[in-house]
């Protein structure tokens, strides 16, 4: 089993970028397609604690019905906004990386360095090109 998971959709480059991080680490993670396997809301919450933030955190605005469903009102509660995801997992911000050093959303992707077990093998290219220099 990874020591590493992925929230990932292949549609998104900074997730695209964090994937390809990840692997140029040495690692080989444990992929989860949050839009072909939305995770459970005990998983949302969980991954939310992780992060240190708030639900609103994890929420994705472009390219979603968050403007649709009025998500920017304040008087949706956590567990209104978890099952919105539930329904709607494009409103799923990603990419989410879990680690034995952390969880973070990883935007920019280079967030994803802060929490890798081990460093970047080689120095990495991302797909708009921009250098990440191995430290």
């Known amino acids: 089993m990874s020591r590493i998971t992925i929230y990932h959709n292949p549609a998104c480059g900074t997730s695209r970028n964090t994937l390809a991080m990840i692997r140029n ?8 397609e949050y839009l072909k396997q939305p995770p459970s809301r005990d998983t949302l919450r969980t991954l939310v604690a992780a992060m240190g933030g708030t639900v609103r955190d994890l929420l994705r605005e472009k390219g979603t019905p968050y403007q649709a469903l009025d998500l920017g009102a304040t008087h949706w509660s956590d567990d209104q906004l978890l099952d919105f995801i539930g329904q709607h997992p494009v409103l799923m911000n990603r990419p989410v990386v879990v680690t034995p050093l952390g969880t973070r959303l990883c935007r920019p992707s280079e967030r994803v360095l802060e929490i890798l077990p081990s460093p970047q093998s080689s120095d990495f290219t991302k797909e708009d090109g921009e250098r990440i220099q191995r430290t």
Do not use: D, L, N
């Open 25 to 32: 680490s040495g690692e080989e993670p444990e992929v989860i």
